[in-house]
C-alpha cells in the first residue's frame, strides 16, 4: 500500500462553518505533512508532524489548527475561515524527517471553497 | 535562501516526441538533493525522478531521464516518446539535507501539453 488517502475530494463551507480535512496513510511512515496550493502555483508547507509530534508549522493562522491522532492519520481542522483560504490541500508523508532523500508521498488533495 | 526556477511556464510536445523542462536554482551548499514532480489533472503530486548532489551520474527512470550539471546550478528534465499520460504540471524541487522539516522549495511549475 502506497497510498495517501485524503477526505474529503471536494470541501465547500461558509466562514462561521467548522470543518476538518482528513489524512491516512499506512505505509508506516513517521513523518506527515499539510501542503497548501494556490491555482497555478506550487505547494507551500504548513505543518510537519514527526512521530505525532508537530515540528513545523509556517506561521500559519490559527484558524488552521492541525491534529496527528496516531501515525497513520492526520487532520486539519477548520474553523472562521476566509474566502482567500480556498485551495487545493494537500497531505503527504515520509518515512521520517532527516531520511535519504525524504521523497514525499502525497495524497489527491481536498479542493477546499470558501464561500 | 535557496531559489528554484523554473523559466518556462508553458511546453507543448507531439506525442512520441521529446520535450526538455529547464530548472535552474540557486544554493551555496554542496550536499543536496533535486527532484521532479508531476501533477496531472487528477492533483496528486507523484515523483518523476530525483538527484543527489554527490552522485556525478544523471539519474534515468525510463522514459524520464535528466541533465545535471552541479557547477551550472541546472537539472533538466527530458521526457522521451512522450505520452498523452504526460501531460501535467511538472515541478522541480530543491532540498537541503539541513531543511528543518523535510522542506522542498519549489520551482513555479511548467505545464506540458501533449498533443496526439
Given at each position: 500500500d502506497t497510498e495517501v488517502t485524503q477526505t474529503p475530494k471536494h470541501l465547500v463551507m461558509g466562514m462561521t462553518n467548522k470543518k476538518s480535512l482528513k489524512c491516512e496513510q499506512h505505509m508506516g511512515h513517521r513523518a506527515?505533512?499539510?501542503?497548501?496550493?494556490?491555482?497555478?502555483?506550487?505547494?507551500?508547507?504548513?505543518?510537519?508532524?514527526?512521530?505525532?509530534?508537530?515540528?513545523?508549522?509556517?506561521?500559519?493562522?490559527?484558524?488552521?489548527?492541525?491534529?496527528?491522532?496516531?501515525?497513520?492519520?492526520?487532520?486539519l481542522h477548520l474553523h472562521a475561515l476566509q474566502p482567500e483560504d480556498s485551495a487545493l490541500y494537500l497531505c503527504a508523508s515520509s518515512l521520517k524527517l532527516a531520511s535519504g532523500t525524504g521523497e514525499l508521498f502525497f495524497g489527491e488533495g481536498s479542493r477546499l471553497t470558501v464561500l | 535562501a535557496q531559489t528554484?526556477?523554473?523559466?518556462?511556464?508553458?511546453?507543448?510536445?507531439?506525442?512520441?516526441?521529446?520535450?526538455?523542462?529547464?530548472?535552474?536554482?540557486?544554493?551555496?551548499?554542496?550536499?543536496?538533493?533535486?527532484?521532479?514532480?508531476?501533477?496531472?489533472?487528477?492533483r496528486q503530486m507523484i515523483l518523476v525522478i530525483r538527484q543527489e548532489a554527490y552522485k556525478q551520474q544523471n539519474a534515468t527512470e525510463n522514459r524520464f531521464s535528466v541533465n545535471f550539471q552541479k557547477a551550472a546550478k541546472s537539472f533538466s528534465l527530458k521526457i522521451s516518446d512522450s505520452q498523452l499520460g504526460d501531460a501535467a504540471m511538472?515541478?522541480?524541487?530543491?532540498?537541503?539535507?539541513?531543511?528543518?522539516?523535510?522542506?522542498?522549495?519549489?520551482?513555479?511549475?511548467?505545464?506540458?501539453?501533449?498533443?496526439?
Open positions: 506527515m505533512y499539510w501542503y497548501k496550493q494556490k491555482a497555478k502555483k506550487p505547494p507551500e508547507l504548513m505543518f510537519v508532524y514527526s512521530y505525532e509530534k508537530l515540528s513545523i508549522n509556517e506561521s500559519v493562522p490559527s484558524r488552521f489548527s492541525p491534529e496527528c491522532p496516531n501515525s497513520s492519520l492526520l487532520n | 528554484v526556477t523554473q523559466s518556462q511556464p508553458e511546453m507543448s510536445v507531439q506525442e512520441a516526441e521529446t520535450v526538455t523542462l529547464s530548472c535552474t536554482y540557486d544554493t551555496s551548499e554542496s550536499d543536496y538533493y533535486l527532484f521532479w514532480y508531476k501533477q496531472p489533472p487528477s511538472y515541478f522541480c524541487a530543491y532540498r537541503s539535507p539541513k531543511a528543518a522539516g523535510n522542506k522542498l522549495t519549489f520551482g513555479g511549475g511548467t505545464r506540458v501539453l501533449v498533443k496526439p
